[in-house]
């Protein structure tokens, strides 16, 4: 079975930093590509950044592109975000999924909440 | 505001049939898979279908998908309360390397 557990958020003041991290098990890991989406209260979904699982890419929307770094661990079965100069906007849960495979993303971890504020 | 175009919300009473519309353009739905996703009150969301018009083993073939040019259409038969909760189109452009959605639509079950 498919689990991804997510840690690391919290309240952080703006231009703050966290590190999320995200367990991954019940599949081979590192064959896969992982992404990040999060969801500001009351508000829809909003792709965030994945890293490929073949090519070691690296892909951010522009929203957060220069200030959050994605990055894995095959040897933990584990993806990161690193989210820096955090704004209020960033306020959100903020999923692991696993794919994008076949364009969707199918699974996705319970989330963990970052808040931004003073 | 979103990449993809959805109904806020939509309405239905228990045991009849809702469809829930995704539109695009010609940039990303056009010529992408589309994949539906629903989220329960307080959860995560699932994957209901991917591939435009493919479940995923575990969802019901109550769910259903299909796509015509610039648009997609979840089809949701049967309606159960248990069916309340937000649905999400969305898909990933292979050619921009970005994941885009639609802004959700609730659907209550009267």
């Known amino acids: 079975e498919v689990q991804l557990l997510e840690s690391g958020g919290g309240l952080v003041q703006p231009g703050g930093s966290l590190r999320l991290s995200c367990a991954a098990s019940g599949f081979t890991f590192s064959s896969y590509t992982m992404s990040w989406v999060r969801q500001a209260p009351g508000k829809g979904l909003e792709w965030v950044a994945t890293?490929?699982?073949?090519?070691?890419?690296?892909y951010y929307a522009d929203s957060v592109k220069g200030r959050f770094s994605i990055s894995r661990d095959n040897s933990k079965n584990t993806l990161y975000l690193q989210v820096s100069s955090l704004r209020p906007e960033d306020t959100a849960v903020y999923f692991c999924?696993?794919?994008?495979?076949?364009?969707?993303?199918?699974?996705w971890g319970q989330g963990t909440l970052v808040t931004v504020s003073s | 505001q979103s990449v993809l175009t959805q109904p806020p919300s939509v309405s239905a009473a228990p045991g009849q049939e809702v469809t829930i519309s995704c539109s695009g353009s010609?940039?990303?739905?056009?010529?992408?898979?589309v994949a539906w996703y629903q989220q329960l009150p307080g959860t995560a969301p699932k994957l209901l279908i991917y591939e435009n018009n493919k479940r995923p083993s575990g969802i019901p073939d109550r769910f259903s998908g299909s796509e015509s040019g610039t648009s997609a259409t979840l089809g949701i038969t049967g309606l159960q309360t248990g069916d309340e909760a937000f649905y999400y189109c969305?898909?990933?452009?292979?050619?921009?390397?970005?994941?885009?959605f639609g802004g959700g639509t609730k659907l209550t079950v009267l």
């Open positions: 890293f490929s699982g073949n090519i070691l890419n690296s």
């Open positions: 969305g898909t990933w452009d292979r050619s921009l390397s970005v994941g885009v």
């Open positions: 999924a696993k794919g994008p495979v076949a364009d969707a993303f199918d699974h």
């Open positions: 010609s940039s990303n739905i056009g010529n992408k898979y």
